[in-house]
């Protein structure tokens, strides 16, 4: 079956670096959406990877390895507005989006 | 600058009711499409609309329908609210229905089914 695995929760602190895994196995791969959600509010888009390597955009820097079925997004300098969970997605084969559970972020100060 | 829109934000329903969510867009994205968000679980699609006339089923159709008559608007319907149906619900749009670019996000619509 098809299936997005990322951790429930993880605590940071305010400053410090953290790294949110995401690991899938889809039926083919047409590309890998992290999405960003306050909560109560709307996902937004944060970053998208079709091959592999990192893609950097300011803070936020997305991880891509086609062949482990692995991402990762990485949050530097963290603030206390990132505090919100983070939704890992893949495009599989027929074009279906498929979405993880989300990683809810706990920053402390 | 809407984006788009849904309406109402937040409904408390008896069981057994017909309810519509509303969805609007303002962006003239080909591709729309109704998601649920469960505490726990990740986003599961409805239903979907890739152009404006045609609409497909998503993982969790079942109670639910959809139109599409024309690009901007796609509702969703619960023709008999049950219980489970209680939930948050997103409308998305995206240029195209091939799930290769970014969802734009509707702020959520509560649904609380008694």
């Known amino acids: 079956g098809q299936n997005i695995d990322q951790p429930t929760e993880m605590t940071a602190t305010e400053g410090a670096i953290v790294q949110i895994n995401c690991t899938y196995q889809t039926s083919g791969f047409n590309g890998l959406f992290w999405y960003q959600q306050h909560a109560g509010e709307a996902p937004t888009f944060l970053s998208y990877?079709?091959l592999d390597g990192l893609e950097e955009k300011g803070r936020f820097s997305s991880f891509l390895s086609r062949s482990k079925g692995y991402s990762y997004l990485l949050l530097k300098e963290l603030q206390m507005k990132d505090s919100a969970s983070y939704l890992c997605?893949?495009?599989?084969?027929?074009?279906?989006?498929?979405w993880g559970a989300g990683t809810k972020l706990i920053i402390k100060p | 600058i809407a984006g788009i829109t849904q309406a109402p934000t937040s409904q408390i329903l008896a069981a057994g009711r017909r309810m519509t969510l509303r969805c609007t867009q303002d962006m003239r994205h080909n591709a729309m499409y109704w998601y649920r968000q469960d505490l726990g679980l990740g986003l599961r699609l409805i239903h979907y609309s890739n152009t404006a006339g045609t609409t497909g089923k998503g993982e969790v159709p079942d109670g639910y329908s959809v139109s599409r008559a024309n690009t901007d608007d796609f509702p969703l319907t619960l023709a008999s609210a049950v219980p489970s149906q209680t939930s948050v619900y997103f409308c998305?749009?995206?240029?195209?229905?091939?799930?290769?670019?970014?969802?734009?996000f509707g702020e959520g619509s509560r649904l609380t089914v008694l």
């Open positions: 998305a749009s995206s240029v195209s229905g091939t799930n290769t670019g970014e969802l734009f």
């Open positions: 997605a893949v495009t599989g084969s027929n074009y279906q989006l498929i």
């Open positions: 990877n079709v």
